[in-house]
């Protein structure tokens, strides 16, 4: 088990990091303790002499091999760790049944199976063991070979060490629940008015035009050779960007898809919720968001629409969406794919998606606003042509039929009166390459790409100002008002030029305790640690460090707080 997972680790970094065989020993000497305790364990529930107590321990033993082995298979197959704090947000039927579709359940059902018997005989075997000489021996060596282990590697600074770690570590080592004392919640609600405070300027657009919003499931800067020279998967994409106008420094504000969607349709920097475990499914401070984009853009007379190729229940995403103002919401469940063929989360293709939207544009009243939401790209990447799990192969798909899609908008004469947004909800849950860390430093894990199709936009086509998903909602209303309003920190995507963010915010996905800042058009980047009252800059340095530690604190109090309202209501 623990070999194992060493070979998956080394393989798969080994090869994004060109350092085949630097990891397996990392790997073992972290997880050996692990191994350790689960072999005391072991060992006591089958020599107590009270029958309780062995259950007791038997249950343990059961518990951490169990978490230990979904851990495993999230990894193999999503590249993802399994956190406690995310056990409740995304472990529903959707997540289950998806770890069990025709890609991966040749693996997981035979296995699950096994599982269960040997635990089920484990579990209900009565007789206590008693241990001959041997036994003992054979257990001394082993602890002595796992003490070994354990002690004798040094833990490595590396970007993706979380994914790394052991399922101990990764749990332990997050200050995102630690709570505010009364006092730094008193003021911070006395302080949250003056920061979503509103600036009102009369010099808006007033331009009612058609908008679509593609969020291609993600999309990232790495894979195109535009953006970053590094891999050549998205050559359409590229044209389009070439054509058109690209953005050389967007950021991410998260590395989900829920938190990457709630970052571009309410405007928010969604920090991490203050809750070691959370029954609210996420969106913590967010159900009942009165400043969002379908808000906004009903008050101006738009239709506004949420399609998606995934189904809706997951995350509660189609709920979510008619809470925050859509006028149409619609999934995998629309009765016109009854007979396409489906792939991961039960989703239909990209080409499938995108044919749907065209035929849905030209039915709906103008102005309208229309957000897709890809799945082809997310993981466990299945192409829909050749029905391979490969990221490259399902990313050239998305690439292309993305291009259609665009030469569809052509044919309908879309960009008349039409903007075309192309973004990610978040860079792909991949590690990060040795080429990127090179080039963006830490960076790099939340970077990606933006592109706009405008043809009366009259700026410079590649822009370098710092911008990320939450600048959005002020670019959407610069755009369509005469009068519009924004926060002091907002950055805007449509003005010429663009204005950069104050500062930007990336809550990480391998340490979810912190945030990487990047201030200034990038020039000043800190690391913060969240640790309630304790929240510091852990790396770098900011010129404006106590109002970005303020902001945080007051961001995550104050969602805090709104929830609280919304769960009365």
Known sequence: MMNYRALIVDRIYGKYTLCEGCFKAWVLSTDAWIVLFIVILLVFS??????????????????????????????????????????????????FTELFNRDTGAYAIPFLITFLVFTSIYLLLHNRLRFNIIDKTVTTMVVLVLCITALTVDDTDYVNSTNINSIITINLKSGSSTDYSAATIKQSLHKLQEIERLTCKINGQNNKKNIILLVIESLSIYQSKLLSGIEDLTPNLDKIAQEHHYFTNFFANNFTSMEGRMALLTGEKTFRDIAKLSFDRGRVGYWNSQRNIPTLLNSYGYHTSFLDGANLNFTQTGKFMKGIGFDYVEGQEYIGYKDEPRFGFNSVPDKVLYNRVLKYIQTVEQPFFTTIITVTTHPPYIDPETKLRSIEKATKYADATAYEFYQGLIKQNFFDNGILIITSDHRSMTPVLAEEMAKYGKQAAARIPLIIVDKDYSGEKISHEYLQQSDLLNSLEYLVADTYCHRQDEGNILSTPPKPSQCIYHNRGDYRDRIDVYCDNGTQSATVRLSGDNTDIIEGSLSNKDEVLNFIAISRIGARARHKEFLKE
């Open 46 to 95: 089958l020599v107590l002499k009270s029958y309780l107590l062995r259950v007791i321990f038997r249950v343990l033993v059961f518990s951490i091999i169990g978490y230990y082995l979904i851990d495993l298979y999230l990894f193999k197959f999503l590249n993802q760790r399994l956190y406690l704090i995310d056990v409740q947000k995304y472990f529903d039927l959707e997540v």
